[in-house]
Structures are given as C-alpha cells and as structure tokens.
C-alpha cells in the first residue's frame, strides 16, 4: 500500500488536541512520563507535539493550551506552534493491525544527514524556516547544541531531539556554534564522514555589529562597540580575542574543517543574497541537498520597510510567517573610520575565503 506522503504536511487536525503527551511512540506500550498504555489509534504520525516549553534546547511540558514555544538561543520567543496536523480514523495510512505492525509507513527519528553549522547572526534561522516549507525536509526548532554543548549526552539523546521522518526525508538541525567550535569537525565526522554541510555568511563587519547589538540587548550596560573592537582605542589594533571578530575570520575556521570534509560537501549560502533574493539562494540549497526544487519565489513576499522576506504560508497553519523581531534588529551606528578599520583587518581573511570557496562575496 504506497502511501501518499503530502498527507503528512497537509492535513490539518480539525479538533483541539488537548492536553496530549509531546510525543507518542509508534508503538504501543506504557510510558514512563505519562504512565499510561499508548494506543496506536491516539496519533500515528509521532510528530511532537504541545503543550511544550523548549527553553535553551531544554524541553519541558506546561499546563497551558496545546502550543509549542520556540526560543532562540538569545531566549527569545521565536514563534508559537498553531495545533499540528494529525491523523484521524479516517485519514490514517493503512496499518497492518492483524500483526499490529506497520506495512507502509516507517516514521522514525534519525540523526541529521544535513547541519547549518553557522554562522551566528548570518541568517541562519531565516534559512532553516525556508527549508521546512519542503516536505521533504524535517528540523528542530531549538538548537540542540550537541556537538559543542552536549556531546558527552550520547548520539542517542541527540536522535531523540530529531522530528520523525518518514523513508526520503532529510533531518536538518541549525546550530552556529558548530562552525568556531574547535572540537566539532571531528564529532561529526565520527558520526558520519558524509554529512552534509551548509553555512550562511554574511559581511565579517556587518556580522560583528550584528553580534554585537544582540549582546547589547541582553546587556544594556555593554561597552560600545568601538571600545570592544579594539584594543585601545588610540592605537586601533583589532581586538581579535572578542568573539564578535573572532567568529568573522571564517578562512581561519574553514581551515579546521577542510581536515575532516572535501570542499564539496559544504555548500556556502550568501546571507545578504538570502534576504534580497531567498528564492534564488533556496534553488541552490535544494539542488546541493538533492530536494526537488519545490520553495520557491512563490513562497515569499517582502515584508515591510525592514525588507526582510517572509513566508506567505508557513506549514501547518497556513498563515503568512516573518521571523520575530529578534532578528533584524537595528543596529547601532559606528563611526565610519571604526567600520574602514575593520574593512581592512578582514580583508585578507576574505580573500582567502573566496579562494578557499571559490565563490567572491564581494565583501572587501
Ligand atoms: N527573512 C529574514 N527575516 C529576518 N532576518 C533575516 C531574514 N533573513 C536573514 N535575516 C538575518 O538573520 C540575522 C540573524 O541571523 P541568525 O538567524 O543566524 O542568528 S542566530 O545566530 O541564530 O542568533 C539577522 O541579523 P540582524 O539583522 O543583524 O538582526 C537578519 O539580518
């Protein structure tokens, strides 16, 4: 019995779903959390589900209606989940129940065959909200943070982050910090020296102050970013200790994982190019993850005056998507002679990049 695979993003639930477990498992048995016989007849498609709280990749149930609460690394709520598509009595794929085992459908959690690996504040959760329109592809809305943060919790606890997904669908999960983390390349080649990799870059200067305001925002009393760029301000010599720069440098960073991956297998994402034409940096993030190309410039629409695409439909709810304010923040000004100085401490480290990428970003 093949099954059709759009049902899994199309059909909407049409009743509340109360207070349900966050996940039920394919198979019946009793769960420990919930102390209670899970009938496979509850909902079969094992997507997780609310009420549920996810806080710093931490994720916890509440009392409240069935919505889920994404927040980003900067605790910021990033979106509220509407109610998930389920599967009713009648809109079920056929199960085999003279067995009790399923003939035609194998959803399951898998690790990632795909990781935005960063970089921090290039446009990195713009791009995982633009591949989850496909419906091939399944992703966490936190960042799980394993191979920098949890690692030692075993690649199992890392599985058990993943959304299900059925045979031919791609798990991705974002998490920037994997891109500066000194250990990290070579936690993922140990978990598989085929995965793929993407990253979103954006202008080192522009990233900086883009780091630097949310920092900022978290603590109002921070020096400006003219006094942390450097270290004094007289003499201007960059301060290339401050992770603000730091993590600009990417030649340097690149370099760390060129001992682990072919070039090949990293794909580059422009991050001024995802917000000016998303669709265009979209075809080439699908052909480089082998997807159809299904989102397309149908999919966006150009917000408002901060110019930022957002999704005409989001999954799910059907309803048009922007990122939360928490992105596109508005930068502080800095002077123009601080911002030539940081020009021309990157430089150099651009133009390896390009030669490393083979791609001109045109930055310096
Ligand atoms: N569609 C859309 N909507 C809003 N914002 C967008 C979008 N596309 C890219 N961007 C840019 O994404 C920047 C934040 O990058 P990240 O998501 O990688 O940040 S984080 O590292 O996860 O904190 C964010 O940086 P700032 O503008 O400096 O806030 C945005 O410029």
Request: proline letters at 7%.
């Amino acid at each position: 019995n093949p099954v059709d695979k759009s049902l899994f993003q199309t059909i909407p639930t049409g009743k509340s779903l109360g207070h349900v477990p966050s996940r039920l498992e394919l198979t019946s048995g009793h769960n420990p959390r919930h102390g209670r016989v899970l009938q496979r007849s509850d909902y079969y498609d094992s997507i997780p589900r609310g009420p549920l709280l996810v806080e710093n990749g931490e994720t916890k149930s509440v009392d409240s209606n069935e919505k889920a609460i994404y927040v980003d690394d900067d605790n910021q709520v990033l979106y509220l989940d509407p109610p998930e598509q389920a599967f009713t009595q009648s809109n079920r794929p056929h199960i085999d129940s003279s067995n009790n085992r399923k003939t035609s459908v194998t959803a399951t959690k898998r690790l990632p065959q795909a990781l935005i690996i960063g970089v921090k504040k290039g446009g990195t959760r713009a791009l995982l909200e633009f591949l989850r329109i496909h419906p091939d592809v399944r992703a966490p809305g936190p960042e799980p943070h394993f191979f920098d943060r949890h690692y030692d919790k075993g690649l199992e606890w890392y599985r058990d982050q993943m959304p299900s997904t059925l045979e031919g669908q791609i798990t991705i999960e974002k998490t920037p910090c994997y891109f500066v983390t000194k250990e990290v390349p070579q936690r993922i080649y140990n978990m598989s020296k085929d995965i793929k990799l993407i990253i979103v870059v954006r202008d080192p200067v522009t990233r900086a102050i883009s780091d630097y305001t949310q920092a900022a925002t978290k603590r109002p009393a921070l020096k400006p970013f003219e006094k942390m760029a450097f270290i004094d301000n007289t003499s201007r010599i960059v301060d290339t200790k401050w992770a603000a720069v730091k993590i600009g440098v990417y030649a340097k960073h690149l370099e760390k994982w060129l001992k682990y991956f072919p070039i090949r297998q990293i794909h580059f994402v422009n991050g001024e190019t995802l917000i000016s034409n998303p669709a265009g940096e979209m075809a080439k993030v699908q052909d480089f993850l082998g997807l159809k190309r299904i989102v397309t410039d149908k999919h966006f629409y150009l917000k408002d005056s901060r110019g930022f695409p957002c999704l005409k439909k989001r999954p799910g709810s059907g309803r048009p998507h922007c990122l939360r304010n928490n992105k596109g923040r508005t930068h502080p000004h800095v002077d123009q002679t601080v911002l030539n100085r940081l020009r021309d401490f990157f430089k150099p480290f651009n133009l390896k990049f390009y030669q490393m990428t083979g791609i001109n970003f045109g930055w310096s």
